[in-house]
């Protein structure tokens, strides 16, 4: 099965992705259907509270499947306004659509230029497929 790659999100090398809503400077952060592959069957999610700060590059929670352990790496600098509560009860179903009902977190950003250093889908899909 290949995997999706969409076009209007930034990627960071750690596997989360960043969609963006510019009008509300809100950042819907999720793990890339690579991460998922990789991770195989997820048993546990740890997310952040809302109105916890999280801070770029730092470790914002963690997923864990039968495989490992990996920490989630927020995109941004922000305050946390949402985070998928579902998700909590039943991670499994993160690989059923990471890019749409299984975001994990929803931040406002201080400062979308956190993102400037991220990857565009091309860059991400050229780095984990090793082209």
């Not at 352990?69 to 039943?90: F, H």
């Amino acid at each position: 099965m290949a995997l999706e790659y969409p076009d209007n999100l930034k990627y960071l090398d750690t596997h989360e992705y960043a969609r963006v809503d510019e009008d509300e400077d809100i950042v819907t952060v999720g793990i890339s259907a690579f991460a998922v592959d990789q991770l195989g069957d997820i048993v546990f999610l740890e997310l952040p509270e809302v109105g916890d700060t999280v801070e770029k590059g730092e470790t914002f929670g963690t997923v864990e499947s039968v495989k490992a352990v990996e920490e989630l790496k927020s995109p941004v600098t922000g305050e946390v306004l949402e985070r998928n509560d579902p998700l909590l009860d039943a991670p499994e179903q993160i690989a059923d659509d990471p890019y749409g009902d299984a975001w994990l977190i929803k931040i406002k950003a201080e400062n979308l230029e956190d993102l400037d250093d991220a990857m565009s889908a091309e860059e991400y899909k050229d780095q984990v497929e090793g082209n």
